[in-house]
């Protein structure tokens, strides 16, 4: 496509429910980034997917969070039992391999109530 | 780990020249980054330094002194439409052929007539 995209745009739900984030990179991308932005703040690293490699899932706050990318396409951000510290805009970005630009997709903004 | 450290608000008049600095501490540097971020938009890519120098790209340069761990991002003849914030992000080796970005807390600017 010819940028990246996140779904869905906006997402609430309620305290304990589990919620799964969906981000289609661009077209040939082979890095993956999932990030998370709370109201005012800078971005939070969470995993990031390169290849075939295995994921950098050292940003990941806690065992409630995992993602996966399938085919080296789509990723899914999963968290489970939601907490509304949760709160926040989760974005996706990919790049080119030997590249540096990060091209963001719009975000997902995830109220937990 | 990392941490950077960029003013959290610059207010300049249009048409001035504006600088916003980052210094960082991190190991395994390998590059600095600066994104603009709009209210309620994506992060988009600026400027990208792994050397020393000046790197310009249009209105906007960014230098880098790694021996200073320090950057600057500099907006020159202001625009209405550069009021927004701006994250400088640092590219490091995190081990197992991993290089996270990890993004300054970011710089609120706001361009006043």
């Known amino acids: 496509g010819a940028g990246v995209s996140q779904s869905p745009s906006n997402k609430v739900t309620e305290k304990g429910k589990d919620v799964e984030l969906r981000c289609d990179p661009i077209?040939?991308?082979?890095?993956l980034y999932w990030y998370r932005q709370s109201l005012g703040q800078g971005l939070e690293f969470l995993i990031y997917?390169?290849?075939?490699?295995?994921?950098?899932k050292s940003g990941l706050p806690s065992d409630r969070f995992s993602a996966e990318r399938t085919g080296g396409s789509v990723s899914t951000l999963t968290i489970q039992r939601t907490q509304q510290e949760d709160s926040a805009v989760y974005l996706c970005?990919?790049?080119?391999?030997?590249?540096?630009?990060?091209?963001f997709g719009p975000g997902t903004r995830l109220l937990v109530l | 780990g990392q941490s950077l450290e960029q003013p959290s608000e610059v207010t300049a008049v249009e048409g001035a020249i504006v600088q916003i600095n980052c210094t960082y501490q991190?190991?395994?540097?390998?590059?600095l980054s600066w994104y603009q971020q709009h209210d309620g938009g994506a992060p988009t890519f600026l400027s990208y330094?792994?050397?020393?120098g000046l790197e310009e790209t249009g209105r906007f340069s960014s230098f880098l002194s790694r021996s200073d761990s320090y950057g600057y991002l500099l907006l020159q003849e202001l625009q209405m439409k550069d009021s927004a914030s701006y994250f400088c992000?640092?590219?490091?080796?995190?081990?197992?052929?991993?290089?996270?970005?990890?993004f300054g807390k970011g710089t609120k600017l706001s361009v006043i007539p």
């Open positions: 997917f390169q290849g075939n490699s295995a994921p950098d």
């Open positions: 970005a990919s790049t080119m391999a030997g590249k540096e630009t990060q091209y």
């Open positions: 992000a640092v590219r490091a080796y995190s081990g197992a052929g991993s290089y996270q970005l990890t």
């Open positions: 077209s040939g991308h082979t890095a």
């Open positions: 330094n792994a050397l020393d």
């Open positions: 991190t190991s395994g540097f390998y590059g």
